[in-house]
């Protein structure tokens, strides 16, 4: 009998196998081989990916940088957008400092920013300010429409292109600004009320541009004068109810710009005007924005009073303090709200020597000043039943403008002053600018941030 060869089939019919093995592992090995030839060119795409994500996200913070650099230049020049607009349409905007600026410190190899800035009154604009077009007047400019170059509604938009390398991001965001309501005079009435009673006391009341080192009546301001008293530019009435007031005093006396329209400043009811510079609207538009920044917030209950004496005597040891309203080079944004309420009720107290300076706001509800009191800066007294009262005592003095907008026609005097002390209502273009430059990145809002 032969010899079985090896592909023959033995007796058992099974195959001969040698060799098999051989070959699954060939498989196994190229398989392998395979896999590892995969990996390795994965892994050699993973510093490019890793480059890309590290420059999408430095570029990303570029282009955040430029939104601060437009933030900080906007904030602190509030009064010069509409000279940032020129050359801007609703559509495309102008560049808003240099074009591609490298981050402070560094070269352009760290990226650079460019930043666009234009208004809201192109055509979807509202749906990412959330307010209508900027297509009429507005608190920021109330006597001309907004437009390409004119901002009235306080709103513009601006967009970041940060570039780092080939990658480029872009960041738009809205820019929103609270500017001081429109002053036209050291005493304003813009409500529907401007009952006065003047004391027997000595009263200035000056619309002259008083420098806050200036002593009353000795004005050296540069700026231009505003009236003395102004009330509802919609009821002159009110014009002739304060100047009977006037003529029924004997140490009053009030100092402004010419009703008649003359350069020169007069005094006496020549002085007092019914003018619609400044609305009732304006200011409670003005209170509703600045009220959630307050540094100092008081919520007074319903015939509740706040008392304080001597503010400003512990500022020099703690600025932060509750105690402390503001000073010249801190000032400070202070709220007391009252719910409104059908008679006169005190809700602020004022007494002992106090000063403080920024913007006080007292909202439904009059403010007792007694002693030696100090403000720079803006006073609104605003709501139902508000007003202001000197009592005597000392001097009492505002350098800047005192507003009483009063909702209520029915309502209690709006400003008095007792028969004993001296009191000031200084018109100041230096305190009212202190209070809206040092306050300025408060009053001034970034929103909406959007990746293009």
């Known amino acids: 009998m032969d010899e079985p060869t090896p592909r023959t089939r033995t007796l058992g019919g099974l195959v001969d196998e040698r060799g098999a093995a051989l070959v699954l592992t060939l498989m196994v090995l190229l398989t392998l081989t395979g896999l590892v030839l995969a990996l390795l060119a994965a892994s050699g795409f993973e510093p490019q990916i890793s480059r890309n994500h590290s420059h999408t996200v430095r570029t990303r913070y570029v282009a955040e940088a430029g939104l601060e650099y437009a933030f900080d230049l906007l904030a602190t020049n509030v009064e010069a957008w509409n000279a940032y607009l020129a050359g801007a349409s609703c559509s495309q905007g102008v560049v808003l400092g240099t074009a591609s600026s490298s981050l402070p410190g560094l070269t352009s190899v760290h990226g650079t920013f460019t930043v666009s800035v234009r208004n809201d009154c192109g055509a979807g604009d509202a749906a990412l300010t959330g307010v209508d077009l900027d297509a009429a007047t507005g608190p920021c400019d109330p006597a001309a429409a907004g437009g390409a170059a004119r901002d009235a509604n306080c709103r513009v938009i601006v967009t970041s292109t940060g570039a780092l390398g080939s990658m480029t991001r872009a960041i738009t965001a809205v820019v929103s600004r ?19 009673s003047f004391g027997g006391s000595r009263l200035s009341i000056d ?51 010419d009703e008649a329209g003359s350069s020169a400043s007069v005094s006496g009811a020549a002085t007092v005007r019914s003018d619609g510079a400044l609305t009732s609207r304006a200011v409670l538009d003005f209170v509703a924005a600045v009220a959630p920044k307050a540094d100092v917030a008081i919520g007074v209950s319903s015939g509740g009073t706040h008392t304080v004496d001597n503010l400003g005597s512990g500022c020099a040891t703690d600025a932060r303090s509750d105690a402390c309203w503001g000073t010249t080079s801190s000032p400070k944004i202070v709220y007391v709200s009252a719910a409104p309420a059908d008679a006169a009720a005190i809700s602020l107290r004022i007494g002992g020597n106090s000063t403080g300076a920024g913007i006080l706001i007292i909202e439904n509800g009059a403010a007792e000043i007694a002693g030696s009191f100090r403000w720079n800066g803006l006073v609104i007294a605003s709501g139902k039943n508000v007003g202001i009262r000197y009592l005597g005592g000392g001097n009492q003095q505002i350098y800047g403008a005192t507003i009483v907008n009063e909702l209520d026609a029915g309502a209690a005097a709006s400003f008095t002053s007792d028969a ?33």
């Open 178 to 196: 609270t500017l001081l309501p429109t002053i036209n005079s050291a005493l304003a009435f813009p409500g529907v009320h401007a009952d006065v």
């Open 207 to 257: 619309g002259r541009d008083t420098t806050m080192a200036d002593k009353p009546g000795a004005p050296t301001g540069s700026a231009a004068a505003v009236y003395g008293v102004s009330v509802n530019g919609s009821l002159p009435a009110l014009e002739s109810q304060v100047e009977s007031a006037l003529a029924r005093s004997s140490g009053a006396e009030i100092s402004g710009k």
């Open 420 to 452: 004993s002390g001296n009191g000031d209502l200084l018109y100041s273009r230096e305190a009212l600018d202190l209070v809206q430059n040092a306050l300025s990145r408060r009053l001034v809002t970034v929103y909406h941030w959007a990746d293009q």
